[in-house]
């Protein structure tokens, strides 16, 4: 005959697995584990890259103008064999008609310290911060420049930028639109994570934007940048992503920069490492080129995330510098 369990034993089981069913429960509606995504985020930083080879550093450019300000980013940045030569001299087409200094725009936005529980990012003021000393260093003016860091780069003031760029987007005037910080993936959409989590999705951001009706630049840092693309290109509006929609986007703590904005602003742009054509002129087509390829070269062999390919698309007029952008 089989023996039965006490009857007190098996109302202990039944009352054990209660208690633990409630408890389950509870931490999914507190969000414990249900809101996780939404409020934590890393961005992966590049864990001492081995290079095949080196990148000879080229003389700085000619101007002077941008020699004021200090670099961070190391030149020597490696080569990869499997992704072929670098990149070479490019017959960029250039603007029938530049900006002036007071018809020019920017709204510069970087989070590095988010509000609790989401993670800080090691780059994201410093890039906003090193870009708009390098604006100002190319005539820009201070009062056409907005930037929001940490604090308050909240929602409200990403989405208060966003329209200020727009209504001062008219024909004959240049606008430049950076974000470097984290990036939500949510619902099939990408969107800009603000300090307070406030997010602003890739749809609303390409809404504001396109009632401009100047030249416009956008310039996004951050991981899954590539969803931004979906709607913003145009022959107006160039779009430059820092990893496509399916990648994680890498810092680099070294430089104190995001790998993106080190190898465009810092190496390209400022140092004049990008100048394939060798004639002391950095353009930004030779910047996106040049960090399209080396982000690549650099985060190849990361893991666990693997390399993040940087996207560009939109209006194919880039021969044209920080000094004489196009109208």
Known sequence: MRRQAPRWAVEGVAWSASLVLVAS?????????????????????VQA?????TVTPKPPPRKPVTQRIPARARTGVPLEASLGPPPGPFNDPVPTA?????????????????????HDTIAGANDVAFIRQLLLASGWRAQNIRMVTDQQATGAAVRAGLAWLAANSTPGTFTLFHFSGHVKQAGGREKLWPYDRDF????EVAAVLKQGRGKLWVDIAGCEAG????????SRVLVSASSKATQKSYEY????????????????L???????????????????RYGQYYAQAITLRQQPHGRQ??????????????DNPPA
């Open 25 to 45: 429960v509870a931490v999914v509606v507190s969000g414990v584990i249900a809101t996780t995504p939404a409020t934590y985020a890393d961005t992966p930083t």
């Open 49 to 53: 890259p081995v290079p095949t080879a």
């Open 98 to 118: 530049t900006a002036a200094p007071a018809d020019r725009y920017a709204f510069l936005v970087g989070v590095t310290r988010y509000r609790k529980p989401t």
């Open 200 to 203: 602003v999705p890739d749809s």
């Open 227 to 234: 969803g931004f693309m979906e709607d913003l290109p145009s």
């Open 253 to 268: 703590p070294a430089w104190g920069e995001s790998v993106w904005t080190g190898l465009v602003w810092d190496l390209g």
């Open 270 to 288: 400022l140092q004049g490492q990008a100048d394939a054509n060798g004639n002391g002129i950095t353009t930004v087509g030779e910047a996106l």
């Open 309 to 322: 390919t940087p996207q560009l698309a939109g209006d194919p007029v880039r021969g044209w510098t920080l």
